[in-house]
């Protein structure tokens, strides 16, 4: 029964989801790298909370925001100590590089802090639910909404109206060329991975939001998510990563419902299924990038 | 002086030789081209002075500056640039946006839009496209965009890369044209082609490029009585003798 509940806790997911995306996207857009260390950025703005959570009592929002700006900071670090390095290399030196941080920073987290779960600090407001047209709704689905729709204009406006987000875009179309036309690499790529951390340190909000807790291998999971999402919507664009995180989401939360109940563990089968499908039928994604209808002649 | 001045540059893909012992100089206004078969080394020699290949011996100067081994980057903001071979426009970018990053290393807001207006004076075509995508441009529009983003630079030094190949005859009179009447503005560019009849029509000097070493170089009426150039351009590079 698809009730209105139901339809915002789906696109609650698929938002969540298409900010994951989001974030892989726009380093492997210019780098062609995925990278395999992005999940850790979500542990790590977990545990940035867990441990505001231990100090003096911050009201929870300016703990979220120091959170995300760990997150960022992490993977601006992480471009800059291990990825930029080893950049002029092949791009399997990048792949086992990002491999690499992956796995120190999911080993740090447990020699420092601990192999089990760590409760972090969330507001009631997470917990709570409000009445929208008679039907009690989680306030965390709507607000994971409302954070997707701001943070996707402030994007679109960074990348349509800056002179900086025009030289990503054209970095995700050739980034050769761009460097050619004065643009630093190294600006370009600091900035992406940014971007990246930030889409992470917010998602990390709602992703342990769920739970309410955080551990270290919690980055396996959102890493394969935003893969897939990719998977689905096209790698080559933007939108198609935002697009593919809202049809995994919803279409993840349709066969939920859909699904007879003897079958409901099978569930990430399922949606493992229609990603075959797509790659068999359409390889490049439900989004063409631009670059796929270049004109010859 | 020079503006640019090559001297003796190798290049390697791999193990394999592209270019050796390369030197070209290129003055204040001038027009030189480099000219040659296929497999030359033409657009290695521009890569490599643009910067998006290093050689392994030789140096290059520009405006007295070693330039060899420098970022491309640093390159372009020295004041070179490239229209490189296949235009390379961004095809995801409107026209506006490709014209803005060629703007990239002016940062001169006010100079901006006066620039952009000079640039749809020179290829009207591209003021009907402004809001298009460069990807949807046709061939020749899209290497009038690619030149006209280079030239939002306000480059010292003008480098093309083949801006004829693939072009329809039409077209390709309308980029000699556009070459020659750029020159006339006093804009120095050094002019890659394998169209070595027509090219030699227009430049003040040229190069003659085989298997990666400068053949024969001077001016084009030297080069025509040393070499058949006809025979040139389909690959036989007898010397008239």
């Known amino acids: ?297 | 002086m020079s503006m640019l001045e090559v001297r003796d540059i190798s290049v390697r893909y791999g193990a394999i030789a592209a270019i050796r012992e390369v030197s070209l100089e290129v003055r204040q206004g001038e027009l030189v081209a480099l000219i040659g078969v296929n497999g030359a080394g033409k657009t290695t020699t521009l890569s490599t002075i643009a910067g998006a290949l290093k050689p392994y011996q030789g140096s290059i100067f520009f405006d007295g500056a070693q330039v060899h081994g420098r970022h491309p980057e640093d390159i372009t903001r020295r004041g070179i640039a490239l229209v490189p071979e296949g235009r390379d426009i961004f095809p995801s970018l409107s026209v506006a946006e490709n014209l803005r990053l060629g703007a990239f290393v002016r940062n001169n807001r006010a100079e901006f839009q006066r620039d952009i207006d000079e640039m749809v004076a020179l290829f009207p075509i591209l003021g009907e496209r402004m809001r298009q995508a460069g990807g949807t441009l046709s061939g020749g529009e899209q290497q009038q965009l690619a030149i006209a983003r280079a030239l939002m630079s306000h480059p010292q030094l003008l480098m093309l890369d083949e801006p004829s190949l693939g072009l329809s005859p039409v077209l390709v009179d309308q980029i000699f044209a556009l070459v020659g009447r750029l020159h006339a503005r006093g804009v120095t560019i050094l002019l890659v082609e394998q169209n070595v009849e027509r090219t030699l029509d227009i430049v003040d000097r040229a190069y003659l490029l085989h298997t990666g070493s400068v053949e024969v170089e001077g001016t084009p009426e030297h080069i025509r009585s040393l070499v058949d150039v006809e025979g040139v351009y389909l690959g036989d590079r007898r010397s008239k003798a």
């Open chain 1, 1 to 297: 029964m698809i009730t209105l509940d139901f339809a915002i806790n789906a696109i609650s997911l698929g938002s969540t989801y298409a900010l994951l995306a989001l974030g892989m996207v726009i380093v492997y857009g210019i780098l062609k790298l995925v990278n395999f260390a992005y999940g850790e950025l979500l542990m790590i703005g977990g545990y940035s909370l867990f441990v505001l959570g231990l100090g003096p009592r911050l009201p929870w929002f300016v703990m979220a925001v120091l959170a995300v700006g760990v997150a960022v900071l992490t993977s601006y670090l992480t471009e800059r100590v291990a990825f930029r390095p080893v950049r002029e290399n092949s791009l399997t030196a990048m792949l086992i590089t990002s491999f690499a941080v992956s796995t120190l920073l999911q080993n740090a987290a447990l020699l420092i802090i601990s192999p089990r779960a760590r409760a972090v600090p969330l507001p009631d407001v997470f917990s709570e639910s409000a009445l929208v047209l008679g039907q009690s709704v989680p306030i965390r689905n709507l607000l994971a909404i409302g954070t997707s729709i701001v943070l996707l204009l402030l994007l679109v406006v960074l990348l349509r109206r800056t002179v900086l987000g025009i030289a990503l875009r054209a970095a995700s179309d050739n980034f050769r060329m761009t460097r050619m036309l004065g643009v630093p690499a190294n600006l370009v790529i600091s900035v992406a991975f940014a971007i990246s951390g930030f889409l992470a340190g917010v998602v990390a909000l709602f992703w342990v939001g769920r739970t309410a807790s955080v551990t270290p291998t919690i980055g396996a999971a959102p890493l394969l998510v935003a893969f897939v999402a990719t998977v689905i919507g096209g790698m080559r664009s933007l939108e198609g990563a935002v697009v593919g995180g809202y049809v995994y989401g919803i279409v993840f939360s349709l066969i939920g419902v859909l699904l007879p109940q003897a079958l409901l563990e099978f569930r990430e089968a399922f949606m493992f299924v229609i990603v075959i499908l797509i790659l068999l039928f359409r390889p490049e994604g439900l989004v063409r990038g631009a670059g796929a209808a270049r004109k010859v002649g």
